[in-house]
Nanobody, 126 residues
Framework: QVQLVESGGGLVQAGGSLRLSCTVSVSALDYKTIGWFRQAPGKEREGVSCIERTDGHTYYADSVKGRFTMSRENVKNTSYFQMNSLKPEDTAVYYC???????????????????WGPGTQVTVSS
C-alpha cells in the first residue's frame, strides 16, 4: 500500500522559516516525481514545486521562487521543502504527491500525481 506522510508544519511569524518533509512508503519506489501543493481556505489547490527523483531538478511557482527550496534524499524516500521568508499569504494546507511523469511541462496539475499525503497545516502570522 502506498503511503505518503507530510510533517513539519506549524505556526510561524512572517519572515520566519519552516521545513516540511514528505516520506514515501517503500511500496512506491517507481515514481519519478514528487510535487508539493498547497490549498488555502476558499481557494483552489496550487502546485508550487516539483522535483525529479533521478537528477534532483526542481521547478517552482513564481509565488514561491527564491524563497522555497525543494530537495530529496532518495535513500530515505524523503523529500524536503525548505520555506524561508514566509508570508501570511503562504498560509495553507501543504500536500506532497508522487507521480510517474516528469515535472517538466505541467508539474502544477494535480492530475499528474497518483498518490497524495494527508497534508500538513502551515500558518503564517503577520
Amino acid at each position: 500500500q502506498v503511503q505518503l506522510v507530510e510533517s513539519g508544519g506549524g505556526l510561524v511569524q512572517a519572515g520566519g522559516s519552516l521545513r516540511l518533509s514528505c516520506t514515501v512508503s517503500v511500496s512506491a519506489l517507481d515514481y519519478k516525481t514528487i510535487g508539493w501543493f498547497r490549498q488555502a481556505p476558499g481557494k483552489e489547490r496550487e502546485g508550487v514545486s516539483c522535483i525529479e527523483r533521478t537528477d534532483g531538478h526542481t521547478y517552482y511557482a513564481d509565488s514561491v521562487k527564491g524563497r522555497f527550496t525543494m530537495s530529496r534524499e532518495n535513500v530515505k524516500n524523503t523529500s524536503y521543502f525548505q520555506m524561508n521568508s514566509l508570508k501570511p499569504e503562504d498560509t495553507a494546507v501543504y500536500y506532497c504527491a508522487i507521480g510517474p511523469a516528469s515535472c517538466s511541462g505541467s508539474y502544477y496539475l494535480s492530475v499528474r500525481y497518483d498518490y497524495w499525503g494527508p497534508g500538513t497545516q502551515v500558518t503564517v502570522s503577520s
